[in-house]
């Protein structure tokens, strides 16, 4: 296909659907191309030459559902839209797979950058960058106070259980993709059960927040949160914990995965942490608990895109340098623990 009709995204069955369901929308030919960068669902960004939406599908050729649930990450933002929560605006969910051959939704396009690595913030200078972190953690916090009863998402999860069922579910990931020696992941993950923290009060969760599932705007503020297809209600530390992982230097240059930790300006895990309990008015004395679960959470991820890759199902520049970051996050976790 040409890169005005990237695969997955028939603009005539769209451009019918937006017409019969959103009439007047539209005004002019529909271009799509895919947005590179994204990790599981696919995203477009499509054009009339006038205005700009956001097309999210699941991958071509997906199996499981519910692992991309279309209705779900519409259901999430249109009920945040409405609050000081910075998400597009939804425009509309389709359920019909004759359309494009899975559920979809559309959104409205929101100008902004997504900064993925520690190299592209450096541009904006120390003290931006400093804002543009800060405005993360403030946003996450605006997240958090969201009552789920006060926009509809009261039975958006089950919260009870939650950090239990999280363990869980990623040490039976971890056992999934079991094919060699990982001195200290069993521990860990024992430990972590161990000291299994007692949550606070439910929350809508992000699962996956961090500076490149955001926008920045010009004003180096967040303009909208984006990749919402791990949301859930539950343990809001959880958020904070991952955020604070993401904030640690890994010491590894040129790895495959990265972190925006090295930018200069960037503010210290202590100070994301601080500035989250002091807006947020929750106790984080836990938080070396949420940190290192986001750290084992990952290498659980990690190991599992190693595994594929010696069974050649995955390829690409990077893949083969997964596998000897495992044990660093392994290492990372268990001390993160000793040091909480």
């Known amino acids: ?47 009339d030459g006038t205005s700009r939406w956001v097309v999210r599908r699941p991958p071509l050729g997906h199996v499981l559902a519910t692992a991309h649930d279309m209705k779900r990450e519409h259901r999430v933002i249109s009920a945040l839209y409405p609050t000081s929560v910075p998400v597009p605006r939804p425009v509309l969910l389709c359920e019909d797979e004759e359309v494009l051959g899975a559920p979809f939704y559309v959104m409205e396009f929101v100008e902004g950058t997504p900064y993925r690595t520690a190299r592209q913030l450096a541009p904006l200078g120390e003290q931006r960058t400093r ?12 997240l958090h106070a969201v009552d789920p009863g006060d926009v509809g998402l009261a039975d958006f999860g089950r919260p009870e259980g939650f950090l239990d069922r999280q ?32 949550s606070p009060a439910p929350a809508v969760v992000h ?38 992982m993401y904030s640690r230097p890994l010491g590894l240059p040129g790895s495959p995965v990265s972190t925006t930790a090295e930018a200069p300006g960037h503010p210290s895990p202590e100070e994301l942490i601080e500035r989250y309990a002091a807006r947020s008015g929750r106790d984080v004395s836990a ?20 595994y594929r890759y010696t069974l050649g199902q995955t390829v690409g520049r990077g893949f083969d340098r997964i596998g000897e970051l495992v044990p660093v996050f392994i290492h990372h976790g268990l001390t993160t623990l000793q040091e909480g």
Request: aromatic share 6%; hydrophobic share 45%.
């Open 207 to 244: 699962g996956d927040y961090r500076l490149d599932n955001v926008l920045i705007g010009p004003d180096d503020r967040i303009r909208a949160i984006l990749d919402w297809e791990m949301s859930t209600l539950g343990d809001p530390l959880t958020d904070l914990g991952l955020l604070v």
């Open 1 to 47: 296909m040409s890169a005005d009709h990237p695969p997955g995204l028939d603009l005539d069955r769209l451009r019918a659907l937006l017409d019969r369901e959103r009439p007047g929308l539209v005004d002019g030919p529909l271009t799509g191309r895919l947005i590179e960068g994204g990790r599981s669902n696919l995203t477009y960004a499509l054009a």
């Open 167 to 198: 363990l869980r579910r990623w040490g039976k990931q971890l056992d999934a993709s079991r094919n060699r020696d990982l001195p200290g992941i069993d521990e860990l993950h024992a430990t972590l059960g161990r000291r299994l923290p007692v």
């Open 287 to 306: 938080v070396s608990w949420y940190t290192a679960f986001a750290w084992f959470k990952l290498a659980v991820i990690l190991e599992g895109i190693h």
């Open 131 to 142: 804002d543009a972190v800060l405005s993360l953690v403030d946003t996450l916090v605006e």
